[in-house]
């Protein structure tokens, strides 16, 4: 801009006040420019600067009163109406911003940054087609500049163009290769094409360049979990936390994906630890992770649970529907909805399959699926069966947990299932909003929701003790016999004869998650290994395809006197090879406090025997209703020492245990945890009576 108005004296004065500007001492910055002011009281070219000293300070309203007065003066001034756009995009009042970006370049089309700027407009209203055009126009103008190449390449990226992608972010590699959205974005698409090992190295170079870069330590972790080396994700977590005290969010969520690790590595004492630590920054969205896994200590947390749920409760802007009971009663069939991110090859979708089979031909109900599944990956054939048996279908992974409430709300659905309660990907929020009449807690996870929203959780009388209520804020729903079934569609042949014969030796298992064999667990299961000679532990868990995992197992087990060559480690299988491996063991050992679910219903469909330790939990007494239900009494313990004793026991009579897997084998067709049959008729009536009970009240 000419200064060609201003004397020679003054031409000096605006140099100071730019040169103030530049170094942020706005104070003499003004200070200068009111005395100019004073001499040039009209002067367009003082306006505009004063206008960008009160937008650098933030002063958004007043900078915005000053560019005005700048395009007033002088219409067809450029600069004016660019940096009017530009105070407009910082405020997001981004059409403002396109308008006045567009006039900047009707006056002078070579003011080419306003492209730029119009392709991040554009952007973020999702215009994409005009965001890439805009891009495009400003990388003719100045093709050299890394962030154009990096942002074009985004918008690829999030449209799921890989290729173009890649061609934008390697031409900004091309000038820059320390760029570092480039190195990230290329490493994703890398992940996306399967390429681990060379998206590692992208994702290393990121961090090299930038060292507090939290996504790409997140994305390197997770990828070294995908690829079963979760150790190193360990190690990658544990650098940033070293590199960034100064990050508390970041930090809060690190520590967290840490914790996650750890749990299911079984390094549960430096898991809780983790988890503690990702609760100081007060973010929300990490409580319901610690939720879940309290399950998993020894200790009980059930007031640190309830406080918890509490905490998380209060933080949350949810206002509840004020429900018409009289709407509710007037259809014909009980609209029952389910709400779940499992309804696919997932042991949730294992046992309710059945069910749903048989509850969609009761001419009473109307069944509603809301599914939390990702379209997609996670649609596998197991989702197909379910999507033929519901009334009603809708994906709403994609929406927040209000909206999900309000379809939910709108759908007049009287009876509400949640699938998953704090367990992945759940959106336990949807039900604070209270959108149904009756809400009830089954199968995915039985421990309590802590909500009031929600009155029952679905249960048989072998899991309810008497000081239930300590336990859960939700009333029991006790069905006959059982809480829950087991269907499977594998065609497995099961063996007759108990391993040991072939062997010669007894072989227990547990193909339970990792973080359910705790330090007591492995303490008990090698008292049980030391008394029965040459008897083998066979683990299966997919973490064991990590050889660092097998190493940190065999130290645990060896410092209780347990020798490498008794332990079996195994990754995990299909689900087939998976039913399969209970051929190769004699007795399968339950887990506790935390015990085994489907893979306890899982043994005994392949007539194995579980040798489970009831405690006060219904986590801790779902073998105790199998066995029940199983007529299997005497493989129920009380106790440590009930459970060795008792494991040693059966190990010692090879006979007594093959007539155990004769009377599995002979009375499986009658089992009532298999048969959808008479599980779905108390189910139903139950749903029924308190629906009735409910209209009634």
């Not at 060609?4 to 420019?33: H, R, T, W």
């Not at 009281?41 to 004063?50: S, V, Y």
């Not at 219904?618 to 493989?635: E, M, Q």
Request: contains cysteine.
């Amino acid at each position: 801009m000419s200064l060609d108005l201003f004397s020679e004296n003054d031409k000096i004065i605006v140099k100071q006040i730019i040169d103030f500007f530049y170094i942020k001492d706005f104070f003499s910055a003004e200070k200068n420019l009111q005395i100019l002011k004073l001499k040039y009281p009209n002067n367009f070219f003082l306006e505009n600067i004063h206008g960008t000293i009160l937008s650098s300070q933030n002063k958004y309203e007043e900078a915005i009163l000053k560019f005005n007065r700048v395009i007033n003066i002088n219409p067809n001034f450029a600069d004016g109406y660019y940096n009017l756009a530009t105070v407009f995009k910082k405020t997001n009042k981004v059409q403002e911003a396109i308008c006045f970006f567009k006039k900047s370049l009707d006056i002078n089309l070579d003011y080419f940054n306003s492209y730029f700027n119009l392709g991040d407009c554009h952007r973020r209203l999702g215009q994409i087609d005009e965001a890439i055009k805009n891009y495009n126009y400003y990388i003719e103008k100045k093709p050299d500049d890394v962030e154009a190449y990096n942002n074009l390449g985004i918008i690829y990226f999030d449209i799921k163009n890989y290729e173009l992608a890649k061609i934008n972010f390697n031409k900004a590699l091309s000038i820059d290769m320390s760029s570092i959205n480039a190195n990230f974005y290329i490493a994703l698409i890398l992940i996306y094409e399967e390429n681990e090992f060379l998206a590692i190295n992208f994702l290393k170079k990121t961090i090299d360049l930038d060292k507090k870069f939290y996504p790409a330590y997140s994305k390197l972790a997770e990828l070294y979990k995908i690829i079963f080396r979760y150790y190193d994700a360990i190690s990658t977590l544990n650098d940033f936390i070293n590199f960034n005290s100064d990050q508390k969010n970041n930090l809060a969520h690190c520590y967290s994906s840490l914790a996650n690790i750890q749990i299911e590595v079984g390094d549960i004492e430096n898991a809780y630890k983790n988890f503690e630590l990702s609760l100081l920054n007060d973010n929300p969205s990490l409580i319901k992770t610690f939720l879940f896994n309290l399950n998993y200590f020894k200790k009980d947390n059930s007031k640190k649970y309830f406080d918890l749920v509490n905490s998380y409760r209060l933080k949350l802007d949810i206002k509840k529907y004020n429900l018409d009971k009289s709407l509710y009663k007037k259809h014909k069939k009980i609209k029952i909805g389910f709400l779940s991110s499992d309804l696919r090859e997932h042991a949730v979708g294992y046992q309710i399959l059945g069910v749903i089979e048989k509850l969609s031909l009761d001419k009473d109900l109307e069944l509603y699926c809301y599914s939390l599944n990702k379209l997609g990956k996670e649609e596998d054939d197991l989702t197909k069966k379910f999507k033929l048996l519901f009334d009603n279908w809708f994906d709403v992974f994609d929406m927040s947990a209000k909206a999900i409430a309000e379809k939910v709300y709108s759908d007049k659905i009287q009876i509400f299932f949640d699938l998953n309660g704090y367990t992945g990907n759940n959106l336990i929020e949807v039900f604070m909003y209270k959108p149904s009449p009756l809400q009830i807690s089954w199968a995915g996870c039985l421990s309590s929701a802590g909500l009031q929203e929600i009155e029952y959780i679905i249960v048989d009388p072998h899991v309810v003790t008497s000081n239930f209520s300590n336990f859960f804020t939700e009333k029991p729903l006790i069905l006959k016999d059982i809480w829950s079934i087991l269907t499977c569609f594998e065609e497995v042949k099961i063996s007759n004869q108990i391993p040991f014969y072939k062997n010669g030796f007894i072989t227990f298992g547990s193909f339970n998650n990792l973080p359910k064999i705790n330090e007591n667990v492995i303490k008990i299961w090698s008292k049980i290994l030391i008394n029965v000679k040459d008897s083998k532990l066979r683990l299966i868990a997919l973490p064991f395809k990590d050889d660092q995992v097998k190493k940190y197992f065999k130290k645990l087990f060896n410092l209780h006197g347990i020798k490498s060559e008794r332990l079996i480690f195994d990754g995990d299988f299909s689900r087939k090879e998976l039913f399969n491996n209970y051929n190769f063991i004699d007795i399968a050992l339950d887990t506790y406090p935390y015990g085994g679910g489907t893979t306890t219903l899982e043994a005994a469909w392949m007539c194995v025997p579980t040798l489970t330790c009831a405690g006060d939990t219904f986590l801790s007494r779902c073998g105790k209703s199998i066995n029940t239900n199983l007529g299997l009494n005497d493989w129920i313990c009380e106790n440590d020492e009930e459970y060795i004793s008792k494991a040693i026991k059966f190990s010692c009579d090879p006979e007594s245990l093959q007539k155990t897997k004769n009377f599995l084998l002979e009375n499986k067709s009658q089992s009532k945890l298999f048969n959808s049959e008479i599980f779905v008729k108390n189910f139903s009536e139950s749903l029924k009576k308190v629906w009735k009970d409910y209209a009634n009240n």
